[in-house]
């Protein structure tokens, strides 16, 4: 028998009701026991807005998130948490848009995880890809706090991390402030460093409705009818590649923690229950395309070093959100700027419109002045968008449509009297 197992069971749509016994039963069959445990499930609600259909292939559905807590709760579970740290604004803000809480309202002990609002501490990773690695991590993840650890990714392409599966879903268990430190070339052994301090006990990843192309936001849509399910997060993780058709030795988070001994990276060390209905469903998925001059408007001076995690992937990323319902050509004249040793002529800087022009990240910080320049390495992505909107010739973003003035205000002030009064 093979050390690694990983089931797969056929899920065709959101039906909470059925995930709950479907996930019940697996609970059964593999002997657990969570009476009196608390558990921590930490889902992905990476586009926080409240278009239960926009997000079909980015958010973790809250239909999974509720068969989970329910299924837990039956068989005893004393305390569940549905944790999540911020994306836009204080995580409360996700939880409120994704109404999480109604969701579950009536499961028995089910509470909400403000992972923001938790205390954090300092963890020195053992024998890190990152010399000298120290993160910031949830207390609650390495104290007595949580017995059982249950991830909920949602199987997508990424522009940034070229999935997302569960070792990329642990990036939201940190601040962002921690998550942009090596949001660059480095990303890769960020998250393998992060997966050192605790591996979740099970994986349970969304894969009813998955996600290709343009991750982590504007993905496309793939009915891949199942969950995938198992207790090492490579050898999940090389499955939900082999679904993809995606070769798991070129994703390098993957394979750095495979060379460290984590888990398997070939298919054939995996012991796969179901895994004829994983073959009917196995498919080429598109790839995010990083591709900067979509339009013959679109001018990109590029360096001879950028990072796809950082500066090129943000930039790619925010475009789509302008380009995804009116084209390219409706960006306009635009001008890039970014990575390191760019070579731009003076005559041709001269003739620049700045409005229309993009200085991104602190590598091309020697033309801030020819542009609209965003500081950092890479740039505050909520404070970028907002920073486009304004003064770029691009003007507001579409992903704008979706926000929430009362919610984000309500999530502020909740957040900072909670930081207060520790409610």
């Known amino acids: 028998m093979l050390d690694f197992q990983v089931a797969i069971i056929p899920q065709e749509n959101y039906d909470k009701s059925e995930i709950a016994l479907k996930i019940g039963t697996y609970f059964d069959q593999a002997g657990y026991n969570f009476k009196e445990k608390t558990v921590l499930i930490k889902p992905s609600f990476v586009f926080a807005i409240g278009d239960a259909e926009r997000t079909l292939s980015t958010n973790t559905n809250v239909a999974l998130i509720y068969g989970v807590a329910q299924a837990l709760s039956i068989r005893g579970a004393s305390k569940i948490l549905i944790a999540e740290d911020r994306t836009i604004g204080p995580a409360r803000y996700a939880f409120y848009m994704i109404n999480i809480k109604k969701t579950v309202n009536g499961i028995k002990n089910v509470k909400m995880c403000y992972l923001d609002e938790k205390k954090k501490v300092k963890v020195v990773v053992n024998n890190p890809f990152i010399p000298n690695h120290i993160i910031k991590y949830p207390k609650l993840l390495i104290d007595d706090t949580v017995d059982f650890f249950i991830s909920l990714p949602k199987l997508k392409a990424n522009i940034f991390a070229d999935i997302t599966l569960s070792i990329k879903n642990n990036l939201g268990l940190i601040s962002k402030k921690e998550r942009l430190k090596f949001h660059d070339d480095r990303l890769h052994m960020h998250l393998a460093d992060i997966a050192l301090i605790r591996q ?172 609209i320049y965003f500081k950092g390495c890479p740039p505050d992505y909520v404070k970028a968008l907002l920073k486009m909107s304004l003064k770029s010739s691009l003007g507001k973003s579409p992903w704008f449509e979706y926000f929430s003035p009362w919610n984000y205000v309500k999530a502020w002030i909740v957040h900072i009297l909670q930081k207060i009064f520790r409610f």
């Open 200 to 371: 979740p006990d099970l994986i349970i990843a969304d894969a009813i409705v998955s996600g290709e192309g343009q991750g982590p936001y504007e993905t496309t849509n793939v009915y891949t009818n199942m969950l995938v399910v198992g207790t090492n997060c490579l050898a999940v993780d090389v499955v939900c590649c082999y679904l993809m058709d995606q070769n798991p030795s070129e994703i390098e988070h993957l394979k750095i923690l495979h060379e460290r001994g984590i888990g398997p990276l070939n298919i054939n060390d995996i012991d796969i229950k179901n895994k004829n209905y994983l073959d009917t469903k196995k498919k080429k998925f598109k790839m995010p395309d990083r591709n900067l001059e979509m339009s013959p408007s679109i001018k990109v001076y590029l360096g001879k070093k950028s990072c796809q995690a950082g500066c090129l992937g943000m930039i790619r990323a925010f475009l789509d959100g302008y380009s995804i319902k009116k084209g390219w050509d409706s960006l306009g004249e635009l001008n890039l700027i970014l990575g390191e040793n760019i070579e731009i002529p003076k005559n041709e800087l001269d003739k620049l419109n700045k409005k229309n022009t993009i200085v991104y990240g602190d590598c091309a910080k020697e033309y801030k002045k020819y542009g």
